[in-house]
């Protein structure tokens, strides 16, 4: 009997050993959370692009907590059969006995999360605040092709030649939509891109010769970057301290030798005259006189109006929307050999391809509205993916820590 129980012993402990087998890592939860975050940012950007398509009320929302848990559990269970014999203490008799061991070892696990609504004052004060020249320019930097950020991100251009003002607004369901387009590519022609200057501007009241020389003054601003200028002349000159300030702004690179020759005030790093080139707007808006370089514009200017957060899901909603309701009409495609060689993986040269009522498994992402679906194709995506990452980011500067709220979130389970 000790030998056949011995058997048992040894197979209820390989058994456990399989069960064991197939534990979970913290690390395949990590990827899956990982993947259910990617997934839902994407179909939270998607369906508000296709909301703002059909001019409906668009609605963001965030994870404010995930929670994580699990747990290991036994159980005794029915497995294999082991059959032996054992003698009774009288006479001869014996009995017949079945032994079913089996043990096994369960892993279970998951997410809690809450979703919080965004719909808060901080939220939408961000969403309407034009986008930042800053901004434009850090991904210009990069090395984001410029044909993809402007029409992203452009919301007009006005041209003035000193008696008449012409606006070419950037939208695809403006009937003069291609006036927009044939301007921006003669833009970027001339070499239209961004550039960070540092401007001086005028801190605190004008000062004396000895306020100026005051040490503990001097003790105080010397820390903070800020300098003392002379301003003026002879008896009249007096003393301004100046904070130096970090912006950017659109300028020229003048374009190839047989273009047009730019003005200097128009170049990128022309420090001489950036006071003159770039004249401070409306917010969002920058302006700056081109000169008379050219015959017919002697007193011309460029106005480069950009775009607030729900303005770029309004223009993506409106591509969305031609190619929606109809496919052969209009498909906004980057020319540019910048744009070209930047896509390198050679999915088509669209900016944004969203198909309607045509998912698949495989998509990049896809989402039901209104008893439709859209979607955007993992092949012959175009330029979708690196607008995906782009508006992903700026949505974000949108919000901050504190924005979401903890109170008034809905509990998904």
Known sequence: MGGTLRKALMLAAGLA?????????????AAGYDKAMETASNENMLINMVRAAYNQPMHFAAVAVVRGNGQVTDSIGTGATLYFRHFLDVGAASSSSYLTPSASFSVSGGFNFDMASLDNSEFVAGLLTPISPTTVHYYVSQGIPKEL????????????????TNTYVNDPNDEHYNDFLITLKNLLSLGLTTENVQDLVPFGPPLTAADAKNPQLLSAIVPAGILITPVGSGADVHYQMMKPVQSARFCFTGGGPDLPKLPDSALCQNVKKQTEAAVVGPQGQQSFHTGSAMPGFE???????????????????????????????FHLRLQSKEAKAYNYLGKGDEMLVVLKNQARSDDLVHVEYRGATYSIP??????????????????????SVNLIPTTSAVVVR
Do not use: M
């Open 299 to 329: 007193n011309a200017s460029l106005a480069v109006t950009i775009r607030s957060t729900r303005d770029v899901f309004n223009y993506l909603g409106n591509l969305i929307y031609q190619q929606a309701e109809d496919p052969t009409r």
């Open 378 to 399: 993992v092949d012959h995506q175009g330029n979708s993916a690196l607008v995906f990452t782009v508006v992903s980011q700026i949505l974000n500067l949108s919000k």
């Open 149 to 164: 950020l402007f029409n992203l991100l452009v919301d007009r251009v006005q041209i003035s030649d000193g008696n008449h």
């Open 17 to 29: 050993l399989g069960g064991c087998s197939q534990s979970v890592t913290i690390s395949e939860w």
